[in-house]
């Protein structure tokens, strides 16, 4: 009776194994097979949506679109609207790229296919974004604003204007008197202008207008409001740069810059060079005759220097003429003939001058002549000293720095350029560093 009871608790068992070894089965079964189908479907990416198009400039296009699952990367394509054909134009990890070179005036047809990378193998989206149509077209020049008079130069005037908006260059008109029409009479791509060879004491009126290109396609901008000038006779080449003070070693020929004849300079004669060479130099004798001669007969002093100063007009004529830039918003001049260290505030062409401020210049022509930047700040005898030149290899330079004694203007310095309290102070409160200085 027992052992028939324990066969029967064994099949019963036995069946129960079974059972369970079946349903065990088929759950792997159904769980594996989607699994399986799973694994290979996720061989291949998404396909993408959301094509957007967006104009960047007139020759460039901006596509965005959603992330596309699975995804490692994404080919762009242009496709022919008439042929159907796709080109690729590249490819991209992230979900944005910009597309430049395109021609204005032609619709363009975009679509983008994800892939992903497994391996040495490549597998691409079932399908390609929805298609993304896009034309380009020629921006207008933008409206000319604050068109207007900076200075005045030699029988000619300073214009500027600010920066316009798709703008390739400038078109700038005179009004004609005889004709009573604009025409024009120059271009440029600054927005700046000189016009020169003008009647002193006639009126002139100007306008400007924007001109943009590409493509063979061309638009121009409305014309700017009118702007209105007298001419005026201002002696720019008065203005110069160092000078030195000199003496004739011993009795020798000179030519005459003017007349070309020969005159005599006896030994110990005082004269001005406007440079210092052992070479051929030009001299400005007390009488104010220039004549030519050898540097090696002279003998050079300090140098030459003078109490007067430029006028406003011929020190901004001066600088928008010689079209000066800084990086920003303000332009340092220092000029060691008149020692005198001028701040402009403006941009190329149009700078206008702030502020004149007497100062000691280096002796003997210490201070260099060039074209710098405020490089660094530290302090100095108590007070801003600004350096323009900087050798890192020698840890020295020259600086704006305060006075060090009663001397306020002239050639007596190491080589910085010394100011007055008030004057050092308003440099180091407006001009940052970077400020382009003009040593002259």
Known sequence: ???????????????????????????????????????????????????????QSDTSVKLTWTKASNATGYRVYIINSTTGKKKSVGTTRGTSCVVNKMEVGREYVFQVYAYRRSG????????GSPMARIKTTLSKPGTIKNFRLVCYGNNSVFLAWNEAKNTDYYIVYQYNWDTRTYEKIGSTKENNYQVKKLKEGEKYYFKVQ????????????????????????VDVS?????????TVKKNIKATNTTTGKKVTLKKGTKLTTTKKSNDSVTAILKNGKKVELKGSNLSYGNLSVTKSNYTKAQQEAFVNGKGYSSQTDYLIWVNQYTCTTCIFKGSKGAWKLVRSMICVVGKDGHSPVGIFKLHHRVTGYGRPKIFYTWSDKYMEGNSFHSR?????????????????????????????????????
């Open 1 to 55: 009776m027992t052992r028939f009871l324990n066969m029967g608790g064994r099949k019963m068992n036995m069946r129960r194994l079974s059972k369970f070894l079946f349903l065990y089965l088929l759950f792997l079964v159904f769980w594996l097979l989607p699994a399986q189908s799973g694994m290979a479907a996720s061989k291949y990416p998404g396909n993408v949506k959301n094509l957007t198009l967006k104009k």
């Open 120 to 127: 040495k193998k490549v597998y691409w989206s079932k399908k």
């Open 210 to 233: 924007g001109y943009h290109t590409a493509s063979g396609q061309e638009k121009y901008g409305k014309l700017s409001d009118k702007v209105g000038a007298r001419a005026k006779k």
């Open 238 to 246: 008065a203005v110069h740069g160092r000078y030195w003070s000199a």
């Open 404 to 440: 060090v004694d009663s001397t306020t203007r002239g050639a007596a310095s190491g080589g910085c350029v010394r100011l007055g309290d008030s004057d050092l102070y308003y440099l180091a409160n407006n001009c940052p560093m970077g400020t382009t200085v003009v040593s002259y």
